[in-house]
């Protein structure tokens, strides 16, 4: 293995540079535990970019982020560019990234910390050592179909879509996801409305075509609107879950509330030769930015699995996910989350720094 690995680090808008900052000194320290020095560049997306540049995404940003091993985003976004037309908008420098970098696959795990189960919208039983993976398709389907658009004719507006999939797509998709439920307890749920689209009978019809390859996976079919109402249901039924863009960005949203906090939750935007980029589900958090309010776990557990599916280090990802845990089972809180009393309510700092912490010394 390489000693040296090379980190884009985009921290964005609002509360991204601030969760940004302890984590690259996280990352640093639980590379440097495999001996393993990470070279980080800094570069502009979003809001800053076009204050600094005038486009959310410079052609920079999105050179240095193919060069790269990885990148890690903070968040872009934020009231003071939210006058300005869809297309010049900093969410446009996401978008961007995830396109250029042709990122198809997006991981979104819903792990729920044993010490945080009360948290959850749903029954603390329903919910413990919840631990699920919802892989969703990221550049084709619904959103990006042609033709699209709203249209006038006869004095009547239609509003219209496409639903496309090639098999292609859904073959790398369905073979991304069988891998990790390969390294996972090796069930995989394909969620598709194969009973009245087309398009998503052709996604069942690719899945089963390469389930052969992968017979240590145990393959299984829903329907989406039975997958909604599983998952809250009885959520811990489901190891690994694939589906579409339009599906799985719905689902991932209800399996993220299923842990309690948007602070907490990392994802993962993967290319086909393992690169990928690293980001909290959360956004910029102009409400508290600056005010040493903001969360910064969801970000370090990005980081750790960048370390595990872009740096081929899990030893290290491992490392940050026992020290976010140790921090939260001795009881650290930001304001955030559930449990935070006056006595261990945490800063963004003081937080990062019990982890650091716990990476570092195993206890603070
Ligand atoms: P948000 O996720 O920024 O905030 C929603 C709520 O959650 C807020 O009350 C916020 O204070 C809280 N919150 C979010 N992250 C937190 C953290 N780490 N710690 C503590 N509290 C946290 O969503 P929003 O308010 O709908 O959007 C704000 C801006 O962020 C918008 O401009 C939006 O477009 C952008 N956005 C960006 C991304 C991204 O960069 N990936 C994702 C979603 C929204």
Not at 71 to 79: D, E, M, S
Not at 166 to 191: M, N, P, T
Not at 220 to 234: C, F, G, I, K
Not at 316 to 341: F, P
């Amino acid at each position: 293995m390489s000693n040296t690995k090379s980190i884009l680090a985009l921290p964005g808008d609002g509360i991204g540079p601030e969760v940004m900052t302890p984590a690259i000194e996280l990352a640093h320290a639980a590379a440097a535990m495999d001996g393993v020095t990470l070279t980080v560049s800094e570069g502009l997306v979003g809001g800053c970019a076009i204050d600094a540049e005038g486009t959310p995404l410079p052609a920079a940003t999105l050179a240095a982020a193919k060069a790269a091993d990885a990148v890690l985003l903070g968040a872009v976004g934020g009231p003071r560019w939210e006058a300005l037309p869809m297309s010049e908008r900093p969410e446009k420098g996401l978008l961007g990234l995830r396109q250029g970098l042709e990122l198809f696959s997006n991981l979104r795990p819903a792990l729920l910390a044993p010490a945080l189960a009360e948290a959850s919208s749903l029954k603390a039983e329903l919910v413990a050592g919840l631990d699920i993976l919802i892989v969703r398709e990221l550049t084709g389907g619904i959103y990006f179909g042609e033709p699209r658009g709203v249209t006038t004719e006869n004095n009547e507006r239609k509003g219209f879509n496409t639903y496309v999939y090639h098999d292609w797509e859904i073959e790398r998709i369905a073979r991304s996801a069988f891998e990790l439920a390969q390294k996972r307890s090796g069930r995989l749920c394909s969620v598709d409305k194969a009973n009245v689209l087309e398009v998503t009978q052709l996604w069942r019809d690719v899945v089963n075509e390469i389930a052969g390859d992968y017979p240590d996976v145990e393959l299984s079919h829903m329907y989406v609107d039975n997958a909604a109402m599983q998952l809250v249901r009885t959520p811990k039924q489901f190891d690994v879950i694939v589906t579409g863009n339009m599906f799985g960005d719905i689902l991932s949203d209800v399996a993220a509330m299923l842990t309690g906090s948007l602070g907490m939750l990392p994802s993962a935007s993967l290319a086909a030769d393992g690169r990928g980029m690293y980001e909290p589900v959360h956004g910029s958090a102009p409400d508290i930015a600056g005010k040493e309010l903001a969360n910064p776990l969801a970000m370090f557990l990005s980081v750790a699995m960048m370390f595990r599916y872009s740096l081929g280090m899990p030893e290290a990802a491992v490392r940050i996910e026992a020290a976010v845990s140790a921090t939260l089972a001795a009881g650290h809180r930001t304001a955030d989350l559930h449990g935070v009393t006056a006595d261990n309510q945490e800063t963004t700092s003081s937080m990062a720094a019990a982890v650091m912490g716990h990476l570092t010394n195993g206890a603070r």
